[in-house]
């Protein structure tokens, strides 16, 4: 959830392309992890991110 205020907050100072990654990171980290009591580590997520910025 704090990936999608975070995004929100970006969207308050028009800075839509990064909220726009925010937004497809949190959509990446539900699809790895549909199940929303379970915890990603650290390493899971930064493995995340670094995907999508290779796309």
Not at 9 to 18: C, S, V
């Amino acid at each position: 959830m704090s990936h999608l205020s975070d995004a929100q907050a970006m969207l308050d100072f028009n800075l839509k392309k990064e909220a726009t990654n925010e937004i497809n990171l949190a959509k990446a980290i539900l699809l790895a992890h549909p199940n929303t009591d379970d915890w990603a580590t650290e390493n899971e997520l930064n493995e995340i991110a670094d995907k999508l910025k290779q796309q």
